[in-house]
């Protein structure tokens, strides 16, 4: 997963399935943000990763992501 930003403290949970005649990991983590620059959440983000080539497919979060920054 050299290609994510992934680190082992941040993985909740890792699948591997098939999609589209491929297969895909999905890892499941949990980041540590501030919602509107000041209230800590933590935000549930799901990534497709191939497994194929280790390249992301795609990023899942959620709406309210926009209003949230990183710590």
């Not at 895909?24 to 497994?51: C, D, G, H």
Request: aromatic residues 10%; without cysteine; glycine residues 4%.
């Amino acid at each position: 997963m050299s290609n994510t930003n992934l680190t082992e403290e941040q993985i909740n949970k890792v699948t591997l399935d098939v999609e589209g005649g491929k297969l895909i990991y999905f890892v499941s983590e949990k980041r540590l943000m501030n919602l509107f620059w000041i209230i800590p959440v933590n935000m549930e983000v799901t990534q497709k990763i191939s497994a194929e080539n280790g390249h992301l497919i795609s990023t899942e979060k959620p709406w309210w992501s926009f209003l949230a920054s990183e710590k």
